[in-house]
T-cell receptor, first 114, second 112 residues
Framework: AQSVTQPDIHITVSEGASLELRCNYS??????LFWYVQSPGQGLQLLLK??????LVQGIKGFEAEFKRSQSSFNLRKPSVHWSDAAEYFC????????????FGIGTKLQVIP | DAGVIQSPRHEVTEMGQEVTLRCKPI?????LFWYRQTMMRGLELLIY????????DSGMPEDRFSAKMPNASFSTLKIQPSEPRDSAVYFC??????????FGSGTRLTVV
C-alpha cells in the first residue's frame, strides 16, 4: 500500500529565512505528487503538482518542489518565508494509472516568527 | 466559480443525533471526495464518487456513516447516530480527470 511520510510535525522559521518541508513516499512506481496548504479555518489549496518531466516544479506563492526518484522524496522549498506562509502543509500522492485515491501525509505545521 | 461549497461550517450536536453534512462540487468536476481530518490521523479519505457513483467507500469507518450523491451538483455525508469520536473537520473535494483537487472550507463537527 502506498504511504506518505512527513517527518516534521512542527517547524518554526524566522521571517525571511529559507524553508524546506520534507516528504517521502512509498509506492511501487512513481506516483503523481502534490503539495497542499491549509490556512487556519480554510480548506486545502493546491500549491503545486508533479506528474512527469522536469523534476523541479514551480508552484504558487513562490514555492517550489523537487522530485528525487532515488530518494522517493518530494520536498517543498521556499527561499524566503513570509509571515503569511504560517499554515499547515500536506504532501499527497496519487497512483498513476487513473485510480483517483489520494494518500495524504500527516501534515507539517509551519510557524513563522518575526 | 465559487469553488467547492460545504455547509454548515460548524456543527455542534449531541451524541446520538443524526448529522448531515452537505457539499456542492465545482461544476464540471466529475469526481467528488469526502475526507475527515483529525489531529491524530491527519487527512483520511472516507469515500469518493465518479459521475455520481460511489467508487471506493473502504474508508468509511462504520455503518453509522453513509454518503450519497443524487446528482452532479450535490452530495451528503450522514452520520447516524453520532458519537463524540466522530468530532473532526470533514472536507469535501472535487476534481476533474487529470486535474488537482479543490477542497471546500470544511465542516467542523463537534459531538458532545
Amino acid at each position: 500500500a502506498q504511504s506518505v511520510t512527513q517527518p516534521d510535525i512542527h517547524i518554526t522559521v524566522s521571517e525571511g529565512a529559507s524553508l524546506e518541508l520534507r516528504c517521502n513516499y512509498s509506492y511501487g512506481a512513481t506516483p503523481y505528487l502534490f503539495w497542499y496548504v491549509q490556512s487556519p479555518g480554510q480548506g486545502l489549496q493546491l500549491l503545486l503538482k508533479y506528474f512527469s518531466g522536469d523534476t523541479l516544479v514551480q508552484g504558487i506563492k513562490g514555492f517550489e518542489a523537487e522530485f528525487k526518484r532515488s530518494q522517493s522524496s518530494f520536498n517543498l522549498r521556499k527561499p524566503s518565508v513570509h509571515w503569511s506562509d504560517a499554515a499547515e502543509y500536506f504532501c499527497a500522492v496519487v497512483p498513476t494509472g487513473g485510480y483517483q485515491k489520494v494518500t495524504f501525509g500527516i501534515g507539517t505545521k509551519l510557524q513563522v516568527i518575526p | 466559480d465559487a469553488g467547492v461549497i460545504q455547509s454548515p461550517r460548524h456543527e455542534v450536536t449531541e451524541m446520538g443525533q443524526e448529522v448531515t453534512l452537505r457539499c456542492k462540487p465545482i461544476s464540471g468536476h466529475d469526481y467528488l471526495f469526502w475526507y475527515r481530518q483529525t489531529m491524530m490521523r491527519g487527512l483520511e479519505l472516507l469515500i469518493y464518487f465518479n459521475n455520481n457513483v460511489p467508487i471506493d467507500d473502504s474508508g468509511m469507518p462504520e455503518d453509522r456513516f453513509s454518503a450519497k450523491m443524487p446528482n452532479a451538483s450535490f452530495s451528503t455525508l450522514k452520520i447516524q447516530p453520532s458519537e463524540p469520536r466522530d468530532s473532526a473537520v470533514y472536507f469535501c473535494a472535487s476534481k476533474a480527470a487529470g486535474g488537482g483537487y479543490t477542497f471546500g472550507s470544511g465542516t467542523r463537527l463537534t459531538v458532545v
